[in-house]
Nanobody, 123 residues
């Protein structure tokens, strides 16, 4: 089982910045993709950004040019630098990790979610 712990959320004014962090722990054999999703009140969970183990990054159109995702593969961690924040970025942000674990029965794939961290941007 893989656990994800997020940190870095908070309240900022429009135009401000925040940096989210997520660290994975467990019997991880390999981590293919790590990323971030967000869910605003009353809305579905939406993709924000992802980064693969080979460095490929993908962003939602709404955050391109403002958010930057990065990984520390040695520490199974992912970060989201959020600049020029807008009120519409207000949401609970969830870390997402996909990869392979090793257990007594060999290798198995996993997908895990963090508990979520609140980001609030005031106008």
């Amino acid at each position: 089982q893989v656990q994800l712990v997020e940190s870095g959320g908070g309240l900022v004014q429009t135009g401000g910045s925040l940096r989210l962090s997520c660290a994975a722990s467990g019997r991880i054999f390999s981590m293919t993709t790590m990323g971030w999703y967000r869910q605003a009140p009353g809305k579905q969970r939406d993709f924000v950004a992802s980064a693969t183990s080979d460095g490929t990054t993908t962003y939602a159109d709404s955050v391109k040019g403002r958010f930057t995702i990065s990984r520390d593969n040695a520490k199974n961690s992912v970060f989201l630098q959020m600049n020029n924040l807008k009120p519409e970025d207000t949401a609970v942000y969830y870390c997402d990790a996909q990869g392979t674990t090793v257990g007594t029965m060999g290798l198995s794939t996993f997908r895990s979610w963090g508990q979520g961290t609140q980001v609030a941007v005031s106008a």
